[in-house]
């Protein structure tokens, strides 16, 4: 019997479904899509393949609904106020920034951008949806702020999408690349708040509304830093 339905796990309403969404990941990570069986994630996810081919057609649909699973719970992004000043902007914007750098570096969020990365030419829709769950989710949710924080006067004018991809830009500078490459390390809470307040000040810097000081700006980001230091 096939069941068709790529729909993101909902563990709690049906557990055996999530048990071999688990198991299915944690294969595909270790073993690689082409070396994993569905004998395999049977085993791991102590099913019979009868009730494995009860939830899923075939291996690649395991593969679609693991990552679309896991997108799908990289939606859940916080919803970011409208701060009334601009100091309480650049805190705003270096927290979201912060939480954003380690979740997104998290070795499950890395190995899943790896699996949809190496399974793009055969399944387009893979990586469709992990990027409108992660890039497209967290680009929206900053050019909301970002147009509250023009029509408030905190910034200068521009397109707040494109401005949200340039903070983006400076946020990571390749360290995305690098993680996926295994090259680079998973940076620590601290060293992620250090890339959030460099990236904030420089892009407030760059759109710095007529009249406004950056020296209230700065001194944000360095309380917050130094009260997690």
């Known amino acids: 019997m096939r069941h068709n339905s790529v729909i993101p796990d909902r563990a709690p309403d049906n557990p055996m479904r999530g048990r071999i969404l688990g198991a299915a990941f944690h294969a595909f990570v270790e073993d690689g899509y082409e070396g ?4 395999d994630i049977a085993r791991r996810a102590k099913v019979s393949k009868r009730d494995l081919y009860a939830h899923f057609g075939s291996k690649q649909e395991m593969l ?20 009334p000043t601009r100091p309480m902007l650049a805190a705003t914007l270096t927290a979201f920034a912060t939480k954003l750098v380690r979740e997104s570096s998290d070795p499950h969020v890395i190995a899943t951008f790896r699996l949809a990365i190496a399974e793009a030419t055969r399944s387009p829709e893979i990586a469709e949806a992990l990027d409108e769950a992660g890039r497209d989710a967290a680009r929206a949710a900053l050019a909301g702020l970002l147009a509250n924080a023009q029509a408030a006067g905190l910034i200068g004018s521009g397109n707040p999408t494109e401005m949200a991809m340039q903070y983006l830009g400076l946020l990571w500078e390749g360290l995305m690349v690098g993680l996926l490459l295994g090259v680079a390390k998973r940076p620590g809470p601290a060293e992620a708040e250090r890339r959030a307040a460099k990236a904030t000040d420089a892009f407030l810097r760059l759109h710095a509304a007529p009249g ?7 001194a944000a980001v360095a309380d917050r830093m130094a009260r997690h230091s």
């Open 36 to 39: 994993t069986s569905t004998l």
């Open 64 to 83: 679609v609904a693991c990552i679309k699973s896991r997108a799908d719970r990289m939606r859940s992004l916080p919803d970011l106020p409208a701060p």
């Open 212 to 218: 406004v000081t950056e020296r209230g700006c700065r």
